[in-house]
């Protein structure tokens, strides 16, 4: 395993210690991986193939912002004064910014809950190339055919002030609503559903002690979002502002806000929860809520 030192940061999570997030070694060979990358390179090559501009490879031909810069040109008309070809560090890095920037506020995205930045994307940060790219797809190009469920087994590194913390996770990259395993599992017998919402029940209390918090019942405590907010919160490892939720929200609209508030949070940072309606977690359905924490639970139950 690398030094977790030697990794670069993950964009979005710099709040509470430096954060520096790497792939294992042998998620780089996974068949699915591959075959994402080579969708993603012709995607590219097609797109900008009149612009006489080929990408061999994500990692190498990506950094200096010439093609995202391209794609953000071509696919959603946004025109930038920067310069076309950057040679030096600094050029490459103020020209970076530039177009992150017009990015960011194209998809909608906000840059601390980005799962890429500057620093990432220059250094050649694989992860964060791929999910750059994967959003503009599925922005600009959603017919394009991703290969489905692709996932990454990475090794999460912070900084803290006792030492170095590193924790083993499952990033997911792309997925496919249809192969939701909490969609089968509510297809079996009563005993097996419950014995899923006890290992996650105690996930939750788990990693909610911290804050003197606890849950007893899983099925109603998640309708207003505030406990699902704060646990996010704990899991990614970033403070929520009290000003963008309602603590104690009051109405049907106010617990909308909250849980639509933890989705579009989760999306952001890769948990493919898109298909879940936030008015179904109000509504206290229960795949539903189990489906959100589930995804929760597979990417941090080793923590």
């Known amino acids: 395993m690398a030094d977790c030192g030697a990794e670069e940061e993950k964009g979005g999570s710099r709040q509470g210690g430096e954060r520096r997030m790497m792939i294992q070694p042998t998620s780089l060979e996974d068949p699915k991986l591959n075959k994402l990358k080579e969708v993603l390179v012709e995607w590219i090559n097609r797109t900008l193939k009149v612009e006489h501009i080929v990408v061999r490879t994500l990692e190498e031909d990506i950094y200096d912002g010439l093609v995202i810069h391209h794609l953000l040109r071509r696919l959603a008309g946004v025109q930038l004064h920067v310069e076309e070809i950057a040679l030096s560090t600094d050029a490459q890095v103020r020209k970076l910014e530039v177009i992150l920037t017009a990015l960011n506020e194209t998809l909608e995205i906000n840059e601390e809950t ?72 509510f297809k079996l017998e009563a005993h097996k559903i419950e014995t899923v919402k006890k290992a996650i029940l105690h996930f939750v209390n788990k990693n909610m002690s911290s804050l003197g918090l606890g849950v007893t019942d899983l099925d109603k405590q998640f309708a207003d979002g505030v406990i699902l907010l704060l646990l996010i919160g704990q899991l990614e490892g970033f ?16 617990m909308l806000h ?46």
């Open 114 to 185: 980005a799962k890429w930045s500057v620093k990432l994307i220059h250094s050649r940060d694989l992860l964060a190339t791929l999910h750059l790219l994967v959003a503009m797809a599925r922005r600009f190009q959603p017919d394009l055919v991703l290969p489905a469920n692709v996932s990454v087994e990475v090794i999460q590194c912070e900084v803290t002030k006792s030492g170095v913390k590193a924790d083993k996770q499952t990033e997911f990259i792309t997925f496919q609503r249809s192969e939701c395993p909490i969609d089968e599992l």
């Open 258 to 303: 909250n849980v639509t508030l933890a989705l579009d949070l989760l999306i952001d940072r890769g948990l493919p929860v898109q298909s879940v309606d936030p008015q179904d977690i109000v509504s206290q359905d229960v795949p539903a809520t189990v489906k959100v924490l589930y995804y929760l639970f597979s990417r941090h139950k080793n923590k």
């Open 239 to 254: 403070f929520i502002p009290l000003c963008e939720f309602f603590l104690c929200p009051v109405g049907s609209s106010e």
